[in-house]
C-alpha cells in the first residue's frame, strides 16, 4: 500500500470515528438496529433450517423445488400482508404483530421439534437446527419487548398458549405440513422484520422532519 493510501486509510478511520461521535445513537435507534441486524443474521440458519428439513420429510416435501405457499396453520399468524396495509401499520402495532407472531413461533419450534424427535429421532443436525432456533426466537421475542418500551409504546399480554395435549394426535402428515409451515413463515417472517425496521427507522427521521409525517401518511 503506498503512502497516498495508507494516509487516505487513517483519514477515513479518523473520519469514521468523528462521525460516530457526533452521531451517537439514540436508544431508540440503537434497539430498531440491534433487531433489524439479529434478523438478518438469522435468515441464513433459517433457510439452512427449511432446507434441511424438507430433506428429512420424504416426498414430496424431498421434491426438488417443492413449494406449497398456500399452506396454512392454525395459530400460527403468516408474514404475508397485502403492501398497503403493512406499510400503514402504527408503528406499535407493527412491533406488536411481530412479538405476537414469534411468541407463536417458539411455542411451535417446541411442538415441531417434538414431532421430528417421533418421526426423525436420529436427524441430530435438524434437531439441532430446531433447538437453535426456538432458542433464536425467544431473542427477537425480547429484543421486540425491548423495544416497545423504549418507544413508549403499551404492550399488551401475549396471547396463551392456543394448542394442548391433543394436538399431539395429528397423524405423520399433518405433523410434516406442520413443520414445513413453520419453518417457512419463520424464515418469512425474519426477512419482513427487517423491513418493518426500515419502516421504524424511517419514522425516527421523521420526528425530526416537521410536516413530513402528514405527507408520508397512507391515504384510503
Same mark, same amino acid.
Given at each position: 500500500? %503506498?503512502? +497516498? /493510501?495508507?494516509?487516505?486509510?487513517?483519514?477515513?478511520?479518523?473520519?469514521?470515528?468523528?462521525?460516530?461521535? &457526533?452521531?451517537?445513537?439514540?436508544?431508540?435507534?440503537? =434497539?430498531? *438496529?440491534?433487531?433489524?441486524?439479529?434478523?438478518?443474521?438469522?435468515?441464513?440458519?433459517?433457510?439452512?433450517? @427449511?432446507? *434441511?428439513?424438507?430433506?428429512?420429510?420424504?416426498?414430496?416435501?424431498?421434491?426438488?423445488?417443492?413449494?406449497?405457499?398456500?399452506?396454512?396453520?392454525?395459530?400460527?399468524? #403468516?408474514?404475508?400482508?397485502?403492501? $398497503?396495509?403493512?406499510?400503514?401499520?402504527?408503528?406499535?402495532?407493527? @412491533?406488536?404483530? +411481530?412479538?405476537?407472531?414469534?411468541?407463536?413461533?417458539?411455542?411451535?419450534?417446541?411442538?415441531?421439534?417434538?414431532?421430528? @424427535?417421533?418421526?426423525?429421532?436420529?436427524?441430530?443436525?435438524?434437531?439441532?437446527?430446531?433447538?437453535?432456533?426456538?432458542?433464536?426466537?425467544?431473542?427477537? =421475542?425480547?429484543?421486540?419487548? %425491548?423495544?416497545?418500551? *423504549?418507544?413508549?409504546?403499551?404492550?399488551?399480554?401475549?396471547?396463551?398458549?392456543?394448542? !394442548?395435549?391433543?394436538? #399431539?394426535?395429528? *397423524?405423520?402428515? /399433518? $405433523? $410434516?405440513?406442520?413443520?414445513?409451515?413453520?419453518?417457512?413463515?419463520?424464515? &418469512?417472517?425474519?426477512?419482513? @422484520?427487517? $423491513?418493518?425496521?426500515?419502516?421504524?427507522?424511517?419514522?425516527?427521521?421523521?420526528?425530526? !422532519?416537521?410536516? /413530513?409525517?402528514?405527507?408520508?401518511?397512507?391515504?384510503?
Amino acid at each position: 500500500m %503506498s503512502r +497516498a /493510501q495508507t494516509a487516505a486509510v487513517v483519514l477515513l478511520i479518523i473520519f469514521s470515528h468523528s462521525l460516530e461521535g &457526533d452521531m451517537a445513537p439514540t436508544p431508540e435507534e440503537d =434497539i430498531i *438496529t440491534k433487531i433489524q441486524r439479529q434478523a438478518e443474521y438469522l435468515q441464513t440458519n433459517a433457510t439452512l433450517l @427449511l432446507n *434441511t428439513y424438507l430433506q428429512f420429510q420424504g416426498s414430496p416435501f424431498s421434491n426438488p423445488g417443492f413449494s406449497f405457499p398456500s399452506w396454512q396453520e392454525p395459530g400460527l399468524p #403468516t408474514a404475508s400482508l397485502g403492501y $398497503k396495509k403493512w406499510r400503514c401499520l402504527c408503528h406499535g402495532i407493527r @412491533l406488536l404483530l +411481530a412479538r405476537e407472531a414469534f411468541s407463536a413461533i417458539a411455542e411451535f419450534f417446541q411442538m415441531v421439534l417434538d414431532d421430528q @424427535l417421533a418421526l426423525n429421532p436420529r436427524a441430530s443436525e435438524l434437531l439441532r437446527l430446531f433447538e437453535e432456533a426456538r432458542i433464536s426466537s425467544g431473542a427477537v =421475542i425480547s429484543n421486540l419487548a %425491548s423495544a416497545m418500551e *423504549t418507544l413508549n409504546f403499551q404492550s399488551s399480554s401475549v396471547e396463551p398458549d392456543p394448542w !394442548s395435549w391433543r394436538s #399431539t394426535g395429528a *397423524t405423520s402428515f /399433518q $405433523k $410434516k405440513v406442520r413443520g414445513y409451515v413453520l419453518c417457512r413463515e419463520y424464515k &418469512d417472517w425474519l426477512i419482513r @422484520l427487517v $423491513k418493518d425496521m426500515d419502516i421504524l427507522k424511517g419514522a425516527r427521521v421523521m420526528i425530526d !422532519s416537521p410536516g /413530513q409525517e402528514k405527507r408520508d401518511c397512507c391515504r384510503p
